[in-house]
């Protein structure tokens, strides 16, 4: 896993950073490498980009960088996709079944899915509101002011109000990606990152927004010295914490499922279908 942070300064720019193609492709002379050591044919290779690539301008540049690297042609997928990818991703490996509907929640850099359904997803919605984008737009300070808060926790708030998903109709409320295991990780008082401690387990909604309000009135480097923190999360983790909590709030519900199987989980299951 390398955290490239394609989306950095993308919403003040309109465009991917040179510093962040240099970052994406480093990473990706990696898993080249690995393909080719593994004699991974090039039919089972599926590249998918998300809210950086559909939202930058100098997208193609990004895109050709991939096809000269991996022989194969990204895919740039629509909101909706990286949604319908990020449930099954979500829900497929959970060993207990949610009580129904569940909303999946998958915060990204640049976007954040909100995905109600049951067996499968039923209604969807990207909103492009993300770690990054949040932090990069509202949170200047170190720690943040109480102004940037309410104005950040505002813009995120806005978003819900015209998200088409609900998240008061769901039962179960099901977060995935690094915020929110970062987030659980703290919760849990982990004395170092483990995903086997994350994965599943079931937060109070008491304790998320306890953390959420722990975090945000940090430094950059009190996080830094959290034995659970990522060094590439804990300058982003304020804003990307504050949606969890907000959608939590909307939610109503009295705990977070936990998953670490995430989008990245669908796209490998899409792969074998």
């Known amino acids: 896993m390398r955290m490239v942070r394609l989306g950095q300064d993308l919403d003040?720019?309109?465009?991917?950073?040179?510093?962040?193609?240099?970052?994406?492709?480093?990473?990706?002379d990696e898993y080249a490498a690995l393909i080719t050591a593994h004699e991974v044919p090039v039919d089972r290779v599926r590249f998918c980009a998300t809210s950086a690539s559909r939202d930058a301008s100098?997208?193609?540049?990004?895109?050709?960088g991939v096809r000269a690297r991996l022989g194969v042609e990204p895919e740039v997928i629509a909101g909706a996709e990286e949604a319908a990818l990020a449930f099954d991703g979500a829900v497929r490996n959970l060993r207990v079944p949610p009580q129904e509907p569940v909303l999946v929640v998958d915060i990204g850099g640049?976007?954040?899915?909100?995905?109600?359904g049951s067996?499968?997803?039923?209604?969807?919605?990207?909103?492009?509101?993300?770690s990054v984008r949040l932090h990069e737009r509202h949170l200047h300070s170190d720690p943040p002011t109480a102004a940037e808060v309410a104005a950040c926790v505002a813009d995120i708030d806005a978003h819900l109000d015209a998200?088409?998903?609900?998240?008061?109709?769901?039962a179960t409320v099901v977060g995935v990606a690094g915020t929110?295991?970062?987030?659980?990780?703290?919760?849990?008082?982990?004395a170092a990152y483990d995903r086997t401690d994350t994965d599943q387990a079931v937060l109070?909604?008491?304790?998320?927004?306890a953390l959420v309000d722990r975090l945000v009135a940090m430094t950059v480097a009190e996080r830094l010295e959290l034995p659970w923190m990522h060094p590439g999360r804990a300058d982003v983790i304020d804003a990307g914490a504050l949606i969890l909590s907000r959608v939590l709030r909307r939610a109503g519900v009295p705990s977070l499922l936990v998953s670490e199987s995430d989008i990245l989980d669908g796209i490998a299951w899409s792969i074998g279908r």
Not at 58 to 64: H, I, P, S, T
């Open 180 to 190: 929110v295991t970062t987030v659980a990780a703290g919760v849990l008082d982990l």
């Open 204 to 209: 109070a909604a008491d304790d998320v927004h």
């Open 58 to 64: 100098n997208a193609a540049d990004f895109v050709a």
């Open 110 to 116: 640049g976007s954040t899915e909100l995905i109600l």
């Open 119 to 130: 067996s499968a997803p039923e209604t969807a919605h990207s909103m492009d509101i993300g």
């Open 12 to 28: 003040r720019t309109g465009r991917i950073a040179d510093e962040a193609l240099v970052r994406a492709f480093a990473a990706l």
């Open 163 to 170: 998200c088409p998903v609900a998240p008061g109709d769901a």
